[in-house]
Structures are given as C-alpha cells and as structure tokens.
C-alpha cells in the first residue's frame, strides 16, 4: 500500500460493511475498500454512526471480511475506542485481522459521524499520543490521522493539527469535512506534496462530491465513498418491502433482483461445493 500510495492514478475505495459487500467490491475491480464505522452502525446495529459500535464489532466484521477477499483494507477505527493503550490494543487487534490501513480520529469519545454538527475534539496533545500508540503497536498497517477540527476549530486550526499528526509520524492524513473547494484546495496545497491525503465524499455531507480524476487533480491519493453503498442498500430495500407488501410476491422486482442461482454464482457455491468433494469418502 505504501508503494501504491506513491503512484497515480488515485486509490478509490467504496465503502463497505461486511463480506458480501467486499466480494462484491472485489469482483467489480477495485483496488481497495474500505471498512466504515457508519455502514456497520447502519446495517449491524440500525443505529445512526454516534460512536455506538464496539472494536470487538469492527474486528469481528474485519475477520470475515478478510477471510473472502484478498484486496488491501482501510479500516475505520473510530477514536481507537478509548485512551492511548485502548489505541495500541484496537491496532494490535485490527492488524492481526487483517488491516491494511487503521484510521484515527481526534473527536471524543463516544464519537459522531464526521458529516455531522455537534462534534468535539480532544487535544492535539492526546491525539498525538494516540497516533505514537498505534506507531509503536502495528507491524505492517499504515497508520491514518483523521482530524474533525474543521467544524470545531476552523481550516486553519485543523491544518495545524495535521501538521503536527503528520510530525508524530502518520503515514496519511485525513482532514475531515472541508466545506467547499476551496478549502478542499488549501489541504492539498498544505500536504499533498508529501504526505497522501485522503478525501472523504458523502453524498448529502459537508464536502463537494468529486469525482476520482478532479480528486487527484486536486492532489489528494485516496478518495472513499464510504456509506454510498448503505444508502443505495435502504433504498432498493424500501422499495423491495413496499412491494412485496403492496402485491403480496416480489414478480414485479424480478428484473432488479439476483435469482438463487445467479447469487449462488456470485458467493461461489459451486465452488465451494466443489471443494467439499475433495473430503468426501
């Protein structure tokens, strides 16, 4: 990943929330997905992204994830779920699950999605004992700084905490909720030079959607579309119910939906049936 990050074009990586959804990102073609804490909040829980979701919840999504799909992972990992040492167990954990970049943020704790008003921060100070936690922790993960202060202290603030995070050794950095494009501007022209940076698109957020090749004019490496997917998902599920209650059968969404065979094509079960073969007497 730390090659990769080097080199154009731009690392896009859609959201994802389980290993059905990562399949289906791999088998698409892209590089990378990425893990987010919102998505496993929408669809684990029913909940709202307000810090609700535990490690052991992100882990235990990680694992499977991991054990299906062979792409790099960027995993959100919230405020590292508590305090510096919480910070070093939550990467401990997460790598050996199969991280491949372990995101933190500076808000407190319980956290709220970065779209969101109302957040606060912790110092500068402890998050940088958090990010030197996690250094010290992870073996291979790089380690990403999120910095939430855009809402909470101004552009020029949260550009002051990047820097330091970058200092503490962060090997990407993630300046959260730029209001406009010009704000998307001056991050890239603070850091895009020498760090990668990360840009966070949210259809109905804070921050201009763009697309990859205006993100990487820009000069930002990364670009996530993280809860697309989730909101794709509630839609297409509204009406699926509405339907199914309305006409009693799912006939008329026969042309938008996966028959038992065309998912099992998907999942590779005969593949996996296959496979049970070799172990049969």
Not at 69 to 83: C, E
Not at 190 to 196: L, T, Y
Not at 227 to 235: E, I, N, Y
């Amino acid at each position: 990943m730390r090659e990769r990050l080097k080199h154009p074009p731009l690392l896009l990586a859609p959201g994802v929330y389980d290993a059905l959804t990562a399949l289906l990102a791999e088998q698409a073609g892209f590089e990378a997905v990425y893990l987010s804490g919102a998505s496993i909040a929408y669809t684990r829980l029913g909940r709202p992204d307000l810090g609700l979701v535990t490690a052991s919840e992100v882990a235990d999504t990680l694992q499977n994830i991991r054990e299906r799909v062979s792409i790099p992972i960027i995993v959100d990992a919230d405020t590292g779920f508590g305090n510096a040492l919480n910070v070093a167990r939550t990467v401990k954990q997460f790598e050996r699950a199969g991280a491949t970049v372990i995101q933190l943020e500076d808000q407190v704790t319980p956290k709220r999605c970065g779209h969101l008003d109302g957040k606060a921060l912790v110092s500068a100070d402890e998050m940088i004992g958090k990010l030197r936690a996690a250094l010290d922790a992870c073996s291979s993960a790089l380690i990403m700084a999120r910095t939430d202060a855009i809402a909470v202290e101004g552009l020029d603030k949260a550009l002051d905490r990047a820097e330091r995070y970058l200092e503490a050794g962060a090997d990407v950095l993630f300046v959260e909720a730029p209001r406009n494009l010009d704000e998307m501007k001056a991050i890239a022209k603070r850091f895009a030079a020498g760090v990668p940076l990360l840009a966070n698109m949210v259809e109905g957020g804070k921050t201009p959607v763009l697309d990859a090749r205006s993100l990487q004019q820009l000069g930002y490496r990364i670009g996530i579309f993280p809860g697309g997917l989730a909101r794709c998902l509630v839609f297409a599920a509204q009406e699926y119910f509405a339907t199914l209650k309305r006409d009693g059968t799912t006939t008329a969404l026969g042309d938008r939906m996966l028959d038992l065979q065309s998912l099992n094509r998907v999942i590779g079960t005969p593949q996996m049936l296959e496979l049970g073969k070799r172990y049969e007497k």
